[in-house]
């Protein structure tokens, strides 16, 4: 069942389910494209995220009990979720290395792997994507193999440089620019994520896929790479 | 051109209506934080309620007018002058080439914010659908000294427009934040809502444009982190420590604390000129009023909200 509950006086949210999967991932990315053609003239924001669509709307056009119902119809009468044939994917380079991975060292301590089978968990996976926020172009990314599982720094860094790939509990993600954050640092790519190139705000959608590809020093340095 | 900024105090920036259309990139909502304070400026000189202004935060401001225009101050009273004697805020005012606008440092009692709008809005790059600032998302940057600010020239008018006085907020007033049971507050239990509801909370020096920290006697066994979800303008965050957050403007469109209710937009705009210290308290309010106050706010400045269509 499908839950749906007021967020403010301009906005609701609709729970699809409360445990996240990449099943929700796929159910969550279609109904938010369908909700957003079928409503386009009442939608002004659409937040999607793990088990969750936030939707703020047009108060002058359409009220709370009128909109919910709107909006619980739709997605009652739309029971054959259809994912899409060409998702998207994603692939970045990642340096795994100490020098760009600040927590490297202490991960594969604590997890007791050596580097290669580290890198290999890491990358040989794909990712969805199941949230985009904490800033723009940050994509949460999920889910990371059991034995990487990791929890956050009880203590948040200042400063983690931009392009940092972090893991957070069972998720991983890249800091698209530099930030305070209290993720593990297990490396960094060398690709510029930052809105100084505006096509990066769009780069991750909930659904996408997201693959990392390791590089080695020459390869980091050759695709812009600092450390 | 029209004004050069000689000193820009603690924070300076261009704020418009707000940024939409980009929240499921992760984009946050942006633009003025006191919005009855922005918009008033924009609707006494015939501006689009979307116009940019220039929100400047705990004063120590002076800028130099470059050419002849129109200008509206409205928000906090942070004494302003124009060449050293004073202005009247919340009215038009006619400014000529050479004169100097200056506001002093905020004391205590006074409100936060104060905002200049100029006939025809300020000119500033549009970026993502605004040309409001965000430091937190690294889009635009603030004023600085020497930064140049452009707008259209207008010629003297034989009629000054103000707001009535009756409508002129008293920023040190108490603040009753009304608000909505909304999100997780089914999951709190009465003894929760009760300690949330039955005392004073004081604004904490950490809050800002992302949000308010308030501080009062902790709300017990508070449920740890959840998983992230939209967090609508006003959320009402609790912490781990069982303390408020009341998330605004700036807030990230995600966010993972249980949240007790929603504040009323209009209030919202009080709050951002409250300073750290001064008290508020919560009280409810049932959601039919609330959209239909805003409704009024919205019809009353010309705001229509752009939606999914038009992006």
Redesign the interface.
């Known amino acids: 069942m499908i839950a749906v ?7 609701i ?1 609709v729970y699809f389910g ?1 445990q ?1 999967s990449d099943e929700l991932v796929d159910e969550i990315a279609f109904y ?1 494209a369908l909700l ?1 053609q079928q409503l ?15 939707l ?1 709307y ?3 056009k359409i ?2 009990q009128a909109f919910s119902a709107r909006v619980e119809d739709i997605i009652k009468s739309n029971t054959r979720v259809i994912k899409s044939a060409t998702i998207k994917v994603i692939e970045i380079p990642v340096l795994y290395d100490s020098k760009v991975g600040l927590d490297l060292t202490a991960c594969l301590e604590a997890k007791a792997l050596d580097l290669t089978s580290f890198i290999k968990l890491h990358s040989e996976c794909e990712y969805r994507v199941h ?8 994509a ?1 990314l999920g889910t990371v193999d059991p034995r990487l599982v990791m929890p956050r720094h009880r203590t948040p860094r200042i400063n983690i440089p931009a392009g940092s790939i972090g893991i957070a509990d069972n998720q991983t993600a890249v800091y698209p ?1 530099e930030s305070a954050g209290g993720w593990q640092i297990i490396g960094r790519t060398p690709i510029d994520l ?2 100084a190139n ?1 096509d990066n ?2 780069l ?3 659904g996408d896929t997201v693959r990392f590809k390791p590089v080695d020093d020459a390869e980091f340095l050759a695709l812009g790479g600092q450390r | 051109m029209s004004f050069r900024i000689l000193r820009s105090g603690f924070l300076l920036t261009i704020q418009d209506g707000g940024r939409f259309g980009l929240a499921h990139y992760g984009v946050s909502q942006s633009g003025v934080a006191d919005e009855q304070a922005a918009y008033w400026a924009n609707h006494l000189l015939g501006n689009h309620f979307n116009d940019a202004v220039i929100e400047i935060t705990l004063g120590d401001f002076e800028c130099i007018a470059l050419d002849e225009t129109d200008i509206v101050i409205t928000g906090a009273d942070l004494d302003f002058t124009l060449n050293d004697k004073s202005i009247t805020m919340w009215q038009e005012n006619h400014i000529v080439k050479g004169d100097k606008i200056r506001c002093a440092t905020a004391k205590k009692g006074q409100g936060v914010r104060a905002y200049i709008a100029v006939k025809g809005g300020f000119k500033t790059p549009n970026l993502f659908n605004s040309r409001s600032v965000n430091l937190r998302e690294h889009i635009g940057q603030p004023l600085q000294q020497d930064d140049v600010l452009t707008s259209t020239r207008s010629e003297p008018k034989p009629i000054k427009r103000s707001t009535p006085l009756f409508l002129r907020p008293n920023y040190s007033e108490p603040l009753i934040l009304r608000f909505l049971a909304s999100y997780q507050y089914a999951d709190f239990t009465q003894t929760q809502i009760n300690t949330f509801l039955n005392q004073s909370y004081l604004i904490q020096s950490t809050s800002d444009r992302t949000g308010y920290r308030l501080e009062g006697k902790a709300i017990a066994d508070v449920a740890s982190k959840m998983i992230s979800e939209g967090i609508a303008y006003g959320s009402i965050e609790i912490t781990t420590a069982g303390q408020p957050i009341i998330l605004l403007k700036d807030r990230p469109t995600i966010g993972g604390y249980p949240k007790i209710g929603t504040v009323f937009s209009l209030d919202l705009a009080k709050l951002a000129q409250r300073q750290p210290g001064c008290e508020v308290i919560f009280k409810s309010m049932d959601l039919e009023v609330a959209q239909q106050l805003r409704q009024q706010f919205n019809a009353f400045f010309g705001i229509k909200q752009s939606t999914l269509n038009l992006n």
């Open positions: 509950k007021l967020a403010s006086e301009n906005a949210i409360q996240i938010s957003k386009a003239d009442l939608i002004i924001d659409i937040v999607p995220s793990y088990t969750s669509l936030m703020s047009r108060i002058d009220n709370h949230a985009v926020g904490f800033s723009p172009a940050f949460f620019v930052s809105l505006p705000l769009r991750f959608q909930v």
